[in-house]
């Protein structure tokens, strides 16, 4: 279009645009622009910043490896990207856990001479924090100040959240009043993942005391400092005051988001109040929100454990309308309920739906049914399930053995001996 007014933006107003796109989330237009500039025959002068530019996109889009081959590319004729492409690029693989080729990135900065920066090695301990290898990224964090790298509030948040989910809270304690000392101020982010920390190891008193800190600082009023506060609650079982908070947010305007919903209904559910979780997940559809396969999940199975095999059902296949996928542990739970209940048919072919759809009941769900179809009298049946379990790769334990045994011995013991025997030689 612009051609067509006798237009023709040189190349740096070209990448000016792309950033722009970049900068708001707008990859299709960053690919159109491109598309443009190729037809434009400007793409004849592509120059390093358009590369750096492309690798983003890529990225962003979830492709690092293409990203990567597009750097390959430039590299072998003679151009060298920024480091916000090289950060871009960990950054992904990291995500991937393709520590491989994130050390490879960083050893091709170093060797072209583009020095890894701050921000670089960010993208790599967050990437190891994320991915449980907290241990790796700390000790990439105590060398980077060993050699003379400042540090800023968000690495040193990132490192503080990885310990403390490793419940190393010394050494977190440690980085907090570091920081602090080096007149870096914890924001919300930090607070919250060592308010997380302080519940994994059961210090209710510190937390409570430091969500009174966050809050006599401004930062306890928005909605994850309040979801964690009520996680650590429905963690010890403090449901009163769990429930308190909830109430409490609204009035403060404070938004309740699906994560406050899940929390708490969870925490409900572990006290086994399956009413109130109810109630929660009807208010959450009230509010406008969706529920998630965790709306749902402890309820269910809360259900199961109670015997209220209808309403279990009934949610399940509300859940499966709605297009949420139910976890395995699901499935076993409501096989296990009918079980009890004494409805083996209907557990039987659920157990065969999940075997269809290549789903791996638990060893605890083939015990149940064998067990209950045994007793049942239903011998062919429970020698099948046998069949089903150990072809799976689970090995037959002395209780079940026993149980089933004794069982068939009250009729034939020869056509025990024959039956059991087929089924462990063929396994």
Known sequence: MLNKIGYHPSVATWNLALLAFLKVGRNDFVWKLYQDMIDS??????DVATVGCLIQAFCNDGNASKGYE????????????????????????????????????????????????????QEVINGLCKKRKCLEGYRIFNDLKDRGYAPDRVMYTTMIHGLCKMEWL??????????????????????NALLHGLYKVHDLKEAEKLFKEMLDKGYGEITVSYNTMIAGFCWHGRMDEAYHLFEEMPKKGIVRDLITFNTLIKGFCMEGKTVESLSLLKELSVQGLQPSTPSYTPIIKNLCQVGHMQEAKDLLNDMQTRGLEPIVCTHDHVIAGLCEQGNVAEGMERLVEMLKNRLKPRRETFEKLVQCLSQSDRLDDSLLVLDFMLRIGYALRNGICHSLVTKFCEGNAHFVESCLGEVLEIN
């Open 170 to 191: 010394g050494d977190a304690r440690k980085l907090w009043f570091e920081m602090i000392n080096k007149g870096m101020l914890p924001n919300e982010y930090t607070y």
């Open 41 to 46: 025959g400007v793409v004849v002068d592509i």
């Open 70 to 121: 597009l750097l390959r590319q430039v590299l072998e004729d003679g151009l060298l990207p920024d480091n916000v492409a090289f950060n871009k690029l960990i950054a992904g693989f990291c995500k991937t856990r393709n520590y491989g080729r994130v050390s490879e990135l960083l050893h091709t900065m170093i060797a072209r001479n583009r020095a890894p920066d701050i921000y670089t090695y």
